[in-house]
């Protein structure tokens, strides 16, 4: 994020001698503060902070081979605990405020692909498998280098794919639109009108963020998410409020504030049965998808998110991007030994950046406060999305000032850079605005008789997604579908 967006001028680090923190994560070089990184792994929290409750909703929602499910109680520890190990670890040692949780998208892929054909150790064993193949593609310099040869108005695309696809996320979960099996897909509220008071908490909510921002409060995403929360919970416990109308979180507070945290699940892995068990077509066809996901869903991610927090430098370099790439890989493959799914950076970490963080002293707020809600999981069920989306909304705005970065002039870019821009929203996700780019881009290089400009390391990567895009005929083809 450009200077005009950082907080004020008060808040900046002192000009006298720098302490351990600030040495550890480079505080004055990021021209970053205490104050600053706290806040801002704060607002990441809780922006997304519904991890918490979707992930054991989705995962415990279906039934593997055997009918068996999963505890939704068991699931809901694994995935705080998983989020605040790899937060912090991501904060230590990558020293970027990028915090990590299992991965919307890649759960569905386990719970619905991989679980109905074969147990859920061996399911959660296929996870821990893609963790180790990203940890291998970063050490062996791979993954690094596919992200370097991204030319640099793509990864400008993808930061701005990236802003558009966290408002829809923000204004999705908050109801503030809503999808239609008629025409059209996407509407305003319910049936094109805004009724309820949910949507009247998100809107005000929103209202106060920008009105803070602008006038740079410090804080002031925190103090809206606060605000918009306490706002709900009044209207919550006085208003007729139809059952789900707030979403998965309804604004109440808990009969109790502690509860006992149950580790049963952790290191439930059956690392290879899953080939015997669905067979090795079959168990290929979901690691491909998962390692696919994992790799473009976290590499988008991170590029988007560091561009926004002002860490790229002007060739598109992202600081300790080996380490950060390595740090995922760990992720994942620990997301599978807590059986909460692959890990993945979080675009919600733009929430932390917009608030001002720029460094894993961030990471190290946020993972605490997932550590806490180990034992205070009843106040996790207290934040709905309509306090916490319109960070989402906020941040997305100020990701989409990245477009003006982008060489609108030139024909063999324009293509690339709009359909990563407008696939990420419009397919809901990242992985394919990538791979829509990638293609595009190296279609148009090799109609242009320019195929030679186009990195070596990208072309492996245009087929993969080209496979990708066909994976469905051909498991078809294959009999596996």
Known sequence: ?????TAKADDSPPPGGRGPLDRFFDLTARGTSVPRELRGGVTTFFAMAYIILLNPIILGGAKDVTGATLSIPQLTT????SAAVTTVLMGLVGNAPLALAAGLGINAVVAFQAAPVMTWEQAMGLVVIEGVIIVILALTGIRERIMNAIPLALKHAIAVGIGAFIA???LYDAHFISSSETSPPLALGTGGRLETWP???FG??????????VRRVPGGILISIVAGTVAAVIIEANAAIAEGGWGVVTPTMPDELFAVPDFSLFGQVDVF?????????????????LVLSGFFDAMGTILGVSDEAGLVSERGDVPRLGRILSMDGVSAAFGGLTSSSANTVFVESAAGVGEGARTGLANLATGALFGVTLFLTPLAAVVPAQAAAPALVVVGALMMMQVAKIDWDDLE???PAFLTIMLMPFTFSITIGIGGGMVAYAVIKIAKGKAREVSVWLWPVVALFLLFFA???????????
Do not use: N
Not at 1 to 5: K, N, P
Not at 78 to 81: D, E, F, G, P
Not at 204 to 213: A, D, G, Q, R, S
């Open 1 to 5: 994020m450009s200077d005009s967006h």
């Open 78 to 81: 694994m995935t705080a605990l």
């Open 168 to 170: 829809l996320v923000g």
């Open 199 to 201: 949507t009247v908490v």
């Open 204 to 213: 005000l909510t929103l209202l106060l963020m920008i009105v803070l921002y």
């Open 273 to 289: 049965g899953g080939f015997a068990e669905a067979g090795v077509i079959t168990a290929l066809v979901v690691l491909f998808t």
């Open 413 to 415: 870019l324009v293509i």
């Open 471 to 481: 994976i469905h005929p051909i498991e078809t083809w294959l009999g596996v579908r």
